[in-house]
Structures are given as structure tokens and as C-alpha cells.
T-cell receptor, first 115, second 114 residues
Framework: AQSVAQPEDQVNVAEGNPLTVKCTYS??????LFWYVQYPNRGLQFLLK??????LVKGSYGFEAEFNKSQTSFHLKKPSALVSDSALYFC?????????????FGAGTRLAVHP | DSGVTQTPKHLITATGQRVTLRCSPR?????VYWYQQSLDQGLQFLIQ???????AKGNILERFSAQQFPDLHSELNLSSLELGDSALYFC?????????????FGPGTRLLVL
């Protein structure tokens, strides 16, 4: 079965410092990976996705993610964190088991950026 | 703003009651997905509709049902509500570009069962 794991419940970063939110995956076949962000009292917003091609994927709000096949990881990164980046981040993998298409989400990582 | 709308934003009801959550997908999107976000279960896929037909089922209880109408909006019906049904319910619609699909989520309906 397809799955993703986010090993950190919370990540704390000082504003201006680089941030990394970790995600590892377990899939059979080619992985289709996604990052979503959830701000307080808001819905999920799509950040970026990896399908094929370059291992470094650029997304919204200055975020990027690095796909690493050998380490089965898809970590979310940003060179310089902003306080407004504080939110809940979800990694997801597309599951096409049975010929159907749905997203399997990780447990989420809360990012706290402090001034 | 993703373009996916959900109503109502908040819903407070009592155990044993029935509620209906509504979702309007982005213009042109044929697929609608429903997800439940709860503290203990995280984000879980419930059900998918494509152009009016049920396409996939996830961890959806028998007390829950959904449908997608000809205008492509969808409704999720939750009946015989229990305290544990309190959660945030998301709808997503998807677009296929270059053979690849991305799901865009609505703001969610927060359900509180008392």
C-alpha cells in the first residue's frame, strides 16, 4: 500500500533561517508526491507536486521540494522562513490502487517560525 | 482561493441527527473528492465522484453517503451522527493537465456533534 510518513510533529525555525519539513514515502511503482499547507481555520492549499523530471520541484510562496529516490524522501524546503509560513504542512502520495485515484496524507507537521 | 466552495462553514448539531454538506467544484472539474480531518485519524479519503458516478470509496462509514448532481456539485450526507463524527470535512476537485491530476481543496465544513 502507498504511504507517506512525516517524522516530525513540529518544526521550529527562526525567521530568515532555512527550513526543511521532512517526508518519506513508500510506494509501488512511480511515486506521485504532493505538498499541501493548511493555515489556521483555512482549507488545504496546494504547494507543489512531483510527477517526473527534475528532482527539485519549485512551488508556491517560495517553497521547493527535493525528490530523492534512493532515500525515498520528498522534503519540503525554503531558503528563508517567514513568520507567515507558520502553518500545518501535509505531504501526500497519489494512490491508484484498484485503478482509482486518491491522496494518502501524512500526519502533518506543524511549522512554527518565530521572529 | 482554490475555486472550490463548501457550505456551510460551520455546523453544530446533536447526536442522532442528520446533516448535509455541500461542495461546488472548480469550473470545469469533473471529479469531486471528500476527505475527513479529525484529531485522531488525521486526513482520510472518504469517497470520490466523477461526472456524477461514484468512482472510489475509502474509509467511509455506512451512515455516510454522497452524490454528485448533473451540475457537478456534490453533497455529503451524514446520518445518525455520533460524537466521533465531529471533524473538518473537506471537498476537493481535480484538474487533469498533461495527463497528471492535481486536487484543489475547499475551505472545509467544521462539524461539531454535541
Amino acid at each position: 500500500a502507498q504511504s507517506v510518513a512525516q517524522p516530525e510533529d513540529q518544526v521550529n525555525v527562526a525567521e530568515g533561517n532555512p527550513l526543511t519539513v521532512k517526508c518519506t514515502y513508500s510506494v509501488s511503482g512511480n511515486p506521485y508526491l504532493f505538498w499541501y499547507v493548511q493555515y489556521p481555520n483555512r482549507g488545504l492549499q496546494f504547494l507543489l507536486k512531483y510527477i517526473t523530471g527534475d528532482n527539485l520541484v519549485k512551488g508556491s510562496y517560495g517553497f521547493e521540494a527535493e525528490f530523492n529516490k534512493s532515500q525515498t524522501s520528498f522534503h519540503l524546503k525554503k531558503p528563508s522562513a517567514l513568520v507567515s509560513d507558520s502553518a500545518l504542512y501535509f505531504c501526500a502520495v497519489r494512490d491508484v490502487t484498484g485503478g482509482y485515484n486518491k491522496l494518502i496524507f501524512g500526519a502533518g507537521t506543524r511549522l512554527a517560525v518565530h521572529p | 482561493d482554490s475555486g472550490v466552495t463548501q457550505t456551510p462553514k460551520h455546523l453544530i448539531t446533536a447526536t442522532g441527527q442528520r446533516v448535509t454538506l455541500r461542495c461546488s467544484p472548480r469550473s470545469g472539474d469533473l471529479s469531486v473528492y471528500w476527505y475527513q480531518q479529525s484529531l485522531d485519524q488525521g486526513l482520510q479519503f472518504l469517497i470520490q465522484y466523477y461526472n456524477g458516478e461514484e468512482r472510489a470509496k475509502g474509509n467511509i462509514l455506512e451512515r455516510f453517503s454522497a452524490q454528485q448532481f448533473p451540475d457537478l456539485h456534490s453533497e455529503l450526507n451524514l446520518s445518525s451522527l455520533e460524537l466521533g463524527d465531529s471533524a473538518l470535512y473537506f471537498c476537493a476537485s481535480s484538474v487533469v493537465q498533461g495527463g497528471q491530476e492535481t486536487q484543489y481543496f475547499g475551505p472545509g465544513t467544521r462539524l461539531l456533534v454535541l
